[in-house]
């Protein structure tokens, strides 16, 4: 069902719609990852990712950043499961820009295209 889903034409919501979609999402946040809408039709707001990765990632330490990429400062180990954290995002943001940002936050060396992001949904009760 869903890649007949990603198959289906885009719908684009208007101004107006995009504007009560934020209210309404807004509304019913509980946490205070709000999102903004700005004058110029761009949104902005605040995603949770959960990084559930099955191999090692190399890290470089903070010192090492800038320098040659597979220098002594790298260190490869496995982050815990459900290893968190909060990005402040745009509507313009590619995928590829909240992967490198992600990768950013956490010092992690390894090439970006090595890694996708996924939607998931849980039910309450789940």
Not at 13 to 40: C, G, P, R
Not at 86 to 98: A, F, K
Request: net charge neutral; hydrophobic share 30%.
């Amino acid at each position: 069902k869903d890649v007949q889903k990603e198959r289906e034409p885009h719908v684009y919501l208007s101004e107006e719609e995009v504007k009560e979609k934020i209210q309404s999402y807004n509304s019913s946040v509980t946490d205070k990852l709000k999102m903004t809408l700005n004058a110029n039709g761009i949104y902005t707001g605040f995603i949770k990712v959960q990084m559930e990765l099955c191999r090692p990632i190399t890290v470089q330490s903070s010192q090492s950043q800038g320098r040659c990429a597979h220098s002594n400062n790298e260190t490869a180990f496995h982050l815990p499961d459900s290893c968190v954290n909060t990005l402040h995002i745009s509507s313009t943001n590619t995928v590829r820009e909240v992967i490198e940002a992600l990768l950013k936050k956490f010092f992690v060396a390894d090439n970006p295209a090595k890694f996708a992001l996924y939607k998931r949904c849980h039910k309450e009760d789940q």
